[in-house]
């Protein structure tokens, strides 16, 4: 629709793949979520001032489903305010969508042990495969993964990311890696993320052990914080 409307939401909705919603600055209280296609999603303003809140209750946005390519872009907001059990600040499921210019913070996932609790920021899981560049994750809080939680056959890449001042009730407060999961870092900065282990904590399950790549970052502890 070339009108334009209060919420994202229902303009993903109307949006055929392929389109583009361009979203004017503002703070938009809603829980966003994608799945059968592929959509660029572009702030008009700036991260500082385009903000998906999602008022302490769910996700403020959601990738689900193969559908959801590495043709999706989300660009140029802040999310904050996921609350409850699963209340990820992104949630990528099955899912490979390209993410920049992003300020991911103060998400608070509640849920206990068990799958649900990796991700506080971000959670990757069950075959997705984002790509992550020019971010700050900050001030987020989930059981496994305070910044970002990667689980189960996934990947992340990730360049030009803050992650900082997170906290993890059991292992990884910038990030949590485990069951056959590959990540790349370039140009990130991992700091003053808080849990009882490493700031990033590399799992052993599944059948591959995570694969973990690092350059030109600057990893707070350095080898002993991972």
């Known amino acids: 629709a070339s009108y334009p409307l209060r919420e994202i939401q229902p303009a993903v909705e109307l949006a055929a793949s392929g389109n583009t919603v361009?979203?004017?600055?503002?703070?938009?209280?809603?829980?966003?979520?994608l799945e059968g296609k592929d959509l660029?999603?572009?702030?008009?303003?700036?991260r500082d001032n385009t903000i998906i809140?999602?008022?302490?209750?769910?996700?403020?946005?959601?990738?689900?489903?193969?559908?959801?390519?590495?043709?999706?872009?989300?660009?140029?907001f802040t999310l904050q305010n996921g609350g409850g059990s699963g209340g990820y600040g992104i949630y990528c499921y099955n899912s490979s969508p390209i993410l920049v210019d992003l300020n991911i913070k103060d998400n608070t996932n509640t849920a206990p042990p068990g799958d649900e609790g990796s991700g506080g920021g971000i959670r990757v899981y069950n075959n997705a495969h984002p790509t992550l560049i020019s971010a700050q994750i900050t001030g987020n809080t989930g059981r496994y993964g305070g910044g970002i939680g990667l689980h189960y056959n996934s990947s992340l890449?990730?360049?030009?990311?803050?992650?900082?001042?997170n906290t993890a009730i059991s292992y990884g407060g910038g990030l949590y890696c485990d069951w056959n999961v590959e990540v790349s870092i370039m140009n990130s900065i991992f700091?003053?993320?808080?849990?009882?282990?490493?700031?990033?904590?590399?799992?052993?399950?599944?059948?591959?052990?995570?694969?973990?790549?690092?350059?030109?970052?600057?990893?707070?502890?350095?080898?002993?914080?991972?």
Do not use: C, H, K, R
């Open 22 to 33: 361009y979203v004017a600055p503002g703070t938009y209280t809603e829980n966003v979520l």
């Open 40 to 46: 660029s999603i572009l702030s008009t303003g700036n």
């Open 53 to 76: 809140d999602a008022n302490g209750s769910g996700s403020p946005m959601t990738f689900y489903g193969n559908s959801v390519t590495s043709a999706t872009v989300l660009n140029g």
């Open 157 to 165: 890449a990730m360049t030009n990311v803050t992650i900082a001042g």
């Open 191 to 226: 700091w003053n993320n808080i849990d009882p282990q490493a700031g990033i904590y590399i799992g052993t399950s599944g059948s591959t052990a995570p694969q973990l790549a690092v350059s030109y970052s600057d990893i707070e502890g350095g080898l002993d914080g991972i």
